[in-house]
């Protein structure tokens, strides 16, 4: 143990200051421009809550409405706009829709998986394992274009299943329950086969109520992905825009050289992510420990 | 009973008054075009209850509608009609994907007294045959912020490029350090193309880079002179637009379509536009933004054809025309919209009516032949930014250069 010495540890806090203030400046920015009126943006005047001085909805005005009607402060603007242009309650439904059942069918295929991996004896197994591993060497976008062909063919584009088959199988969530189902000592496997269980129902009420930090663990990493995945959504959804997931609903207010939306989007951002910000705060404690369990920090 | 259920079902489908088509729609840029066809859709589905349009998905930009247009064409499942960028059509056009108009056009009685002309038509024409109609069309223009050229004592608004670095100087002897941003890195090389079309001459010829004359250098040299005699700061376009905005640049050369966004965004100054500076005189030609309405429908049914061209038509001339210029930054490139319908609008708006002045300058945005266009392109932004970064000042050199490099990219 070394000895305290204040001053490596103001270092220290000054470092992880530092630290914190750059991951933390972008949701500054993020929530600010939220709240400003579009002049407030370009202009960077207003500080962090803008003056919320009245402001005319130009959308509303093109229309045809009268002015008066149109009135609003940047705060109401930009968050009605984020939900009635883009229908991001749709969105965020179409979020948790497809995450949880990516997650839920991921875990029904790799907790047998990895039981078979780990506890069962049978020829080709390590052949099998290291197969798995070799798969999580392949980057998801170097199979795009196949697998966007695959869907295609089975009339699948512009459905949920093709937002959700693609990422059904997750080759490391059977490797992270592989290496956790091996420190399970055999014998309790042993015992409940004596007691005259079947392996299946060995998997689901013996392993799987041991597994439940790895799970969790798994369950972060699977979420917090396809929540914020942007790029496979973008591919497979073009034709119904009521599929869109939360991330696709930023683009509503993108409008390259001819200047963007920044309002808007900002509050469609700020509304995307606070459904994953309040779930690490109610999970602080197991967010930390999932984390440290798989070693990946 | 079944019998008798079914055939009432049959006698209830046939005798639904309405039968409606459905055809399906895709256009870019949602926080543009979305309130424009809001308000279209109002007057569309009063005049056509027969035709349910369905939007899809709305691309993000020019290149990602392209994209996802190549997309489908394999996977089959186009859309009917999908607005794409005046440069983007060359392609579809190519690969059989995009339909002719030529026969829904042969059957129209009055098709040019609706307001199509012949440079209009001309913008979506391949081969003879028109394929595209062009829907929101958006040229250069020069934005000022009134308020800093009356601070400088300039009364007048430059008319050609020589004014504008007479102006810079008087703005920058009056404090102003950002006097001018010139829009050179505009997508597709925009702006090489309207130095180059203000002296009528296409930068691409018979399918030859054609800089390889007087005129190429005399652009290369305004180009330079522009950014000597005026210090200006090579911004990234964002930053132009929000400096702009916040009321820090004086002159701005831009899209006219981007005026919907700065009239949101600035500050509390006058802000005018004028028409695009010419190298002596007034420009002979400008390249034009912007997008068109292609015909991409896979179905052979000629009832969704034909309601598709109807949607064409519609949005393309009349009220759905005004539409456009009611709710962009863009105009309609249909004259019988712009001179009898938009003319009171245009009277309120005369910030949107500098590009319907420079309508009859209207030429090809060019796309450059072959496969390697994107890196034709890339090769000549390359050659202006080093113009900018004042790296390069022998524009003979450069000129050289640039058609070494760029013959070398295009199909011999």
């Not at chain 1, 914020?228 to 509503?252: A, K, M, S």
């Not at chain 2, 050369?253 to 536009?273: C, P």
């Amino acid at each position: 143990m070394s000895h305290y010495s204040p001053i490596a540890e103001t270092c220290k806090h000054l470092i992880l200051i530092i630290g914190a203030l750059i991951v933390f400046l972008p949701f500054y920015v993020m929530v600010s421009y939220s709240l400003k009126s579009p002049k407030e943006i370009e202009t960077n005047t207003g500080g962090f809550w803008g003056a919320q001085a009245p402001m005319v909805n130009q959308y509303c005005v093109k229309l045809g409405n009268p002015v008066d009607q149109c009135t609003t402060t940047p705060i109401v603007f930009n968050y009605t706009s984020a939900f009635n242009k883009a229908p991001l309650l749709r969105y965020l439904l179409n979020g948790v829709i497809v995450t949880l059942s990516i997650f839920i069918i991921q875990v029904i295929i790799s907790m047998p998986a990895a039981y078979a991996l780990s506890k069962l004896r049978w020829r080709g197994r390590e052949a099998v394992f290291n197969l798995i591993l070799f798969s999580l060497l392949i980057p998801v976008h170097a199979i795009a274009l196949p697998l966007y062909l695959m869907l295609s063919k089975a009339g699948l584009v512009n459905t949920y299943a093709a937002l959700v088959i693609p990422w059904t199988i997750s080759v490391f969530g059977i490797f992270l329950m592989r290496q956790f189902f091996k420190t399970v000592p055999d014998d309790l496997i042993d015992a409940a086969r004596l007691d005259g269980m079947s392996e299946f129902s060995i998997v689901w009420r013996v392993m799987l109520p041991t597994a439940v930090p790895a799970l969790i663990a798994f369950a972060i990493f699977s979420v917090v992905a396809h929540w914020n995945d942007y790029f496979w959504p973008r591919i497979v959804i073009t034709g119904n825009q009521n599929l869109f997931t939360p991330p696709l609903g930023l683009r509503e207010f993108r409008g390259g050289a001819d200047g963007s939306d920044w309002g808007p989007m900002m509050a469609t951002a700020t509304v995307i992510v606070i459904p994953l910000i309040v779930a690490f705060l109610i999970a602080q404690k197991k967010f930390i420990g999932g984390i440290t369990l798989t070693g990946m920090k | 009973m079944r019998k008798i259920l079914s055939a009432i079902t049959i006698a209830v489908c046939a005798s639904t008054p309405v039968h409606a088509v459905d055809i399906e729609v895709g256009y870019p840029y949602s926080h543009l075009f979305n309130v424009t066809f809001e308000k279209m859709m109002k007057d569309f589905s009063q005049q056509h209850p027969d035709i349910n349009v369905k939007f899809r998905a709305v691309y993000e930009g020019y290149e990602e509608g392209t994209n996802i247009i190549l997309r489908e064409a394999i996977s089959g499942n186009l859309p009917d009609i999908t607005m794409q960028g005046l440069n983007r059509q060359a392609i579809l056009v190519e690969k059989g994907i995009a339909r002719s108009l030529e026969p829904f056009i042969a059957k129209e009685a009055n098709f040019t007294k609706e307001g199509y002309h012949q440079a209009m038509l001309e913008l979506g024409s391949f081969n003879n045959e028109v394929y595209g109609l062009p829907f929101s069309i958006s040229l250069p223009v020069g934005y000022y912020n009134m308020d800093m050229m009356k601070k400088a004592g300039i009364e007048k608004l430059p008319e050609n490029w020589s004014e504008v670095i007479a102006a810079c100087q008087k703005l920058r002897a009056n404090g102003v350090k950002n006097p001018v941003f010139w829009g050179w890195n505009i997508t597709g090389n925009w702006f090489m193309q309207s130095l180059l079309w203000t002296q009528d001459t296409p930068i691409i010829k018979d399918g030859k880079f054609n800089i390889d004359n007087q005129e190429g250098l005399i652009a290369l040299n305004t180009m330079k002179d522009i950014f000597r005699g005026c210090e200006m700061k090579n911004l990234a376009w964002k930053e132009a637009l929000s400096s702009f905005a916040a009321g820090e640049v004086a002159m701005m050369y831009w899209s006219t379509s981007a005026l919907g966004s700065v009239e949101r965004a600035k500050g509390d100054f006058e802000m005018k536009t004028h028409e695009f500076p010419g190298i002596n005189g007034k420009p002979k030609g400008l390249p034009a933004g912007g997008n068109a309405a292609l015909l991409v429908s896979s179905s052979n049914d000629p009832e969704r054809l034909q309601a598709a061209w109807t949607f064409l038509k519609f949005i393309t001339s009349g009220v759905g025309a005004a539409a456009v210029a009611e709710t962009t930054g863009y105009m309609p490139p249909n004259k019988a919209a712009n001179e009898i319908i938009l003319r009171d609008f245009y009277t309120q708006n005369p910030n949107k009516e500098t590009a319907v002045r420079q309508l009859p300058l209207l030429r090809e945005w060019m796309a450059y032949p072959g496969d390697k266009g994107l890196a034709v392109t890339q090769v000549i932004y390359d050659g202006m930014e080093r113009i900018v970064v004042d790296e390069q000042n022998d524009m003979k050199a450069l000129q050289k250069e640039l058609i070494e490099e760029v013959g070398e990219l295009l199909p011999q």
